[in-house]
């Protein structure tokens, strides 16, 4: 039997993370069947179990993903100038994961799992680190592009980046379960607390 590459096991576990993501966003992550993922995927039921043991596995698989997405953030790594507004910085970021993982009430899925399954629990708050570490960079650069000196622009950065989290939180939880949410509106008043908490 031939050896299989390391690149086909991972192309074959994005395909079939595509396809979870798929069912989970249709169905939820509690009501998803391996079934479903076999129909999904156009995979055999041989193929799935043959990356992964069962469906806790594979969920935890997607969960560590989903995450990895989050935390690798191109809008967070980038140099552009002038720095963005952090208000706006959390819009890039959601946007980002939104054409990523394409729907956004999986996220909420997801920390619903948190609070019972201490592995997905475990993983959230590695990326909750690396996030908040990131923005908190990124909140710095801002307010030195503003004039602030570097203790000053930090003492700000580490009381705001709280706070963009937060913020990015109940976007989440807006944008998905409420249908008139008015996203330009909710980052433009963000904006301008900010701005007036600053002055």
Same mark, same amino acid.
């Given at each position: 039997?031939? *050896?299989? !590459?390391?690149?086909?096991? *991972?192309?074959?576990?994005?395909?079939?993370?595509?396809?979870?993501?798929?069912?989970?966003?249709? *169905? +939820?992550? *509690?009501?998803?069947?391996?079934?479903?993922?076999?129909?999904?995927? +156009?995979?055999?039921?041989?193929?799935?179990? +043959?990356?992964?043991?069962?469906?806790?596995?594979?969920?935890?698989?997607?969960? !560590?993903?989903?995450?990895?997405?989050?935390?690798?953030?191109?809008?967070?790594? !980038?140099?552009?100038?002038?720095?963005?507004?952090?208000?706006?910085?959390?819009?890039?970021?959601?946007?980002?994961?939104?054409?990523?993982?394409?729907?956004? !009430?999986?996220?909420?899925?997801?920390?619903?799992?948190?609070?019972?399954?201490?592995?997905?629990?475990?993983?959230?708050?590695?990326?909750?680190?690396?996030?908040?570490?990131?923005?908190?960079?990124?909140?710095?650069?801002?307010?030195?592009?503003?004039?602030? +000196?570097?203790?000053?622009?930090?003492?700000?950065?580490?009381?705001?980046?709280?706070?963009?989290?937060?913020?990015?939180?109940?976007?989440?939880?807006?944008?998905?379960?409420?249908?008139?949410?008015?996203?330009?509106?909710?980052?433009?008043?963000?904006?301008?607390?900010?701005?007036?908490?600053?002055?």
């Amino acid at each position: 039997m031939p *050896k299989v !590459s390391e690149q086909y096991r *991972k192309d074959r576990r994005r395909q079939i993370m595509v396809a979870v993501l798929k069912c989970f966003a249709r *169905k +939820g992550i *509690k009501a998803t069947l391996i079934s479903d993922i076999i129909a999904e995927s +156009g995979l055999s039921a041989g193929a799935i179990y +043959g990356h992964f043991s069962n469906k806790d596995e594979l969920v935890l698989f997607v969960v !560590s993903e989903v995450f990895e997405v989050i935390a690798e953030q191109p809008a967070l790594s !980038s140099t552009e100038q002038p720095p963005v507004h952090p208000a706006y910085l959390i819009r890039d970021v959601t946007g980002h994961l939104w054409q990523e993982i394409g729907n956004p !009430s999986l996220l909420l899925q997801i920390w619903g799992d948190a609070v019972t399954e201490p592995k997905v629990r475990e993983l959230f708050d590695g990326v909750y680190a690396g996030l908040t570490a990131q923005l908190k960079a990124r909140t710095i650069t801002w307010y030195q592009s503003q004039g602030l +000196g570097p203790i000053e622009a930090q003492q700000r950065a580490t009381e705001l980046t709280p706070l963009l989290i937060g913020t990015g939180q109940g976007y989440i939880i807006q944008s998905t379960l409420v249908e008139s949410f008015d996203e330009e509106a909710y980052f433009a008043s963000f904006k301008k607390l900010i701005d007036a908490a600053d002055s």
